[in-house]
């Protein structure tokens, strides 16, 4: 059984059981079901053939989450649209993806610049809102002259990349590098009833991360196929992320690290959380400190991944197993390999692998990766006698101040540490003399008085080489993030640029 069967199976199981809860109300299997064939029911009138792409204003909403996966199910091709940005650039958007139809929301339609443009740039136009029943055909022109993509029928979405360290580049992943994502988490093993007939998961799950990055779209499809409701938020919020932990006893649930900061600092009692087993945690670095902070806190187990949006999801990961056994050996490593993955270590400059122990760039081989070749990373790490892989840091990251070569994560770990900051960024600029130069940016803790830059470089000599101490830092309330909250590192690059032409 295939991606599109399972999924099709699941929506017909128990049509009146909820499947996705969106601000308080419960949208059931039947309900979503009926969304996901009215789209796919548009897609077929207007001629679309498999493969076509598909452009979808993915937020957070339940309309949209139907939207992705009548696109995937139906084996048309999935062309994610950030919704985070200005009107202008999801009309520039919708002019470059040359998508034969466009699925966005009415809050998106009802901007004149992005309805025109996608009018004006493909043949279908549909519109959904936050009602089952809300949907409506807004432009149909079956002779549109416009050129578009060409079909891609093996490719299941073309995926946004995070867009952190430079403008976000669109990834394909396969149907079959997305299934193998999930059948290696799942091992297709569906849950069943007393009779052996399949059923529904009676304990939902909880989707915060944008729809349009790998972490909240794998989930989607993740959660879909295991038949388990989820709750749906429209972004990350403490207090509504606490409220779905308690009102449904979540057992397992994730958080990336800023969000788990972003908990400790709002005080959030233990046993608020009581009745999670284990946090998973990805999409950036968990600093150690921080990993162990949460985890004396609130004694819950957390579990670190490895992955990226070209890997369709996560390589690595910590499992409960290896938790009990290694934390107090392992702290800091980012896990050991996913069943169906591989991962070797290489020398940057001639490419042979390393013994163990030895850093080097990170490759990659996975079935859910391309037919299994091994892809180089520009992740620097190293692979121990367990099995336990350590990242350290980025290699295209990496800063030469005048022939000393510098981790930026190397100066953030440190900067972390700092009583009053709560984040730090190290981006590198040019120099006339040392050719670059580190600089930082670093966000206060809420509650905490703001130190000033040198009392930030004071602290940063304290721990660091001299040649490692940032050249400036800025000091902010809060560092620019992607919605995913990452931090925007070319927005930082900018901030720096016109700080100094001041």
Not at 137 to 164: C, N, W, Y
Not at 233 to 259: C, D, H, I, M
Request: charged residues 25%; contains cysteine; proline residues 7%.
């Amino acid at each position: 059984m295939g991606l599109s069967e399972r999924i099709r199976e699941v929506l017909a199981i128990a049509p009146q059981a909820g499947a996705i809860e969106f601000e308080g109300q419960w949208r059931t299997w039947g309900e979503h079901a009926r969304v996901v064939a009215w789209l796919e029911a548009q897609f077929s009138a207007a001629s679309l053939p498999a493969g076509s792409p598909i452009g979808l204003v993915i937020r957070n909403r339940p309309s949209q989450a139907a939207a992705a996966i009548a696109i995937v199910t139906s084996r048309r091709m999935l062309v994610t649209v950030n919704p985070h940005q200005s009107a202008t650039a999801i009309a520039e958007d919708f002019e470059s993806i040359k998508a034969t139809a466009i699925v966005l929301d009415r809050d998106d339609w009802a901007k004149p610049e992005i309805a025109a443009a996608a009018k004006r740039s493909s043949r279908l136009v549909l519109a959904v809102g936050r009602g089952v029943d809300d949907l409506e055909v807004v432009h149909r022109q079956d002779d549109q002259k416009s050129e578009f993509q060409p079909l891609q029928p093996d490719v299941a979405i073309q995926m946004l990349s995070s867009g952190t360290t430079g403008k976000p580049k669109r990834i394909n992943l396969s149907y079959k590098d997305l299934e193998a994502g999930i059948w290696n988490i799942t091992g297709a093993k569906w849950a069943k009833d007393e009779q052996g007939n399949l059923k529904v998961n009676v304990a939902p799950g909880l989707i915060y991360a944008p729809l349009g990055h790998i972490g909240g779209m794998w989930f989607l499809f993740y959660l879909t196929c295991d038949a388990r409701p989820f709750v749906l938020l429209e972004r990350f919020n403490v207090e509504q992320w606490v409220s779905a932990v308690k009102r449904y006893k979540l057992k397992n649930t994730g958080l990336v690290p800023s969000a788990m900061r972003m908990i400790m600092d709002a005080n959030v009692p233990r046993e608020d959380l009581a009745s999670l087993m284990a946090v998973g945690s990805g999409t950036a670095p968990l600093p150690v400190n921080q990993w162990e902070e949460f985890e004396t806190r609130y004694g819950i187990p957390v579990l670190p991944t490895y992955g990226s949006t070209e890997f369709a999801g996560a390589v690595v990961c910590w499992t409960m197993k290896d938790h009990k056994q290694f934390i107090h050996t392992k702290r800091g490593a980012a896990g050991r390999v996913i069943p169906g993955n591989k991962v070797r270590i290489v020398d940057a400059q001639s490419f042979e692998e390393v013994p163990t122990g030895g850093v080097g760039l990170i490759e990659v081989s996975s079935n859910q990766l391309r037919g299994g070749e091994w892809v180089r990373t520009t992740d620097l790490g190293y692979v121990d006698s367990d099995g336990f892989i350590f990242i350290q840091g980025r290699a295209d990251g990496a800063i030469n101040r005048g022939g000393f070569k510098i981790l930026p994560d190397e100066i953030e770990v440190v900067l972390r540490r700092h009583p009053a900051l709560i984040d730090a960024a190290v981006i590198a600029l040019p120099d006339p003399r040392l050719g670059q130069i580190p600089v930082a940016a670093v966000e206060v803790r809420p509650g905490q008085p703001r130190p000033t830059p040198a009392e930030v470089e004071a602290f940063a000599r304290e721990h660091l080489v001299t040649y490692k101490v940032p050249a400036r830092i800025m000091v902010l309330d809060a560092l620019p993030r992607t919605p995913s909250m990452k931090p925007i590192l070319p927005k930082l690059r900018e901030m720096f640029e016109q700080e100094a032409a001041k």
